[in-house]
């Protein structure tokens, strides 16, 4: 079994700032390329940004320079710092990875989503 579990979301004020925290846990043999995506109601889940397990980053347009992306390979953590946010960044946050346990294929794997909340 293998989790994805996301934190740190929350109301902020325009402006402000947020850092979000992804944990995997389970039987993990390695981690592959790690994610956060974002959904509105209905709305389809969009790329933020992702990293690869050397650490290439990549972002949305609507993102670049404000978000950044990064992680803990030890502790099989993905963050997200959410800088100079803005109402449209409300959304639900998704957590996603390529994982592999043991001698398997990798799969993917979502969190349960943390809800970000950006007033004007």
């Known amino acids: 079994q293998v989790q994805l579990v996301e934190s740190g979301g929350g109301l902020v004020q325009a402006g402000g700032s947020l850092r979000l925290s992804c944990v995997a846990s389970?039987?993990?043999?390695?981690?592959?390329?790690m994610a956060w995506y974002r959904q509105t109601p209905g709305k389809q889940r969009d790329l933020v940004a992702s990293i690869t397990r050397g650490g290439r980053t990549n972002y949305a347009d609507s993102v670049q320079s404000r978000f950044t992306v990064s992680r803990d390979n030890a502790k099989k953590t993905v963050f997200l710092q959410m800088d100079s946010l803005k109402p449209e960044d409300t959304a639900v946050y998704y957590c996603?990875?390529?994982?592999?346990?043991?001698?398997?294929?990798?799969?993917?794997?979502w969190g349960q989503g943390t809800q970000v909340t950006v007033s004007s």
């Open positions: 389970g039987s993990i043999w390695s981690i592959g390329n």
């Open positions: 996603n990875a390529d994982i592999q346990r043991g001698a398997y294929a990798p799969n993917n794997y």
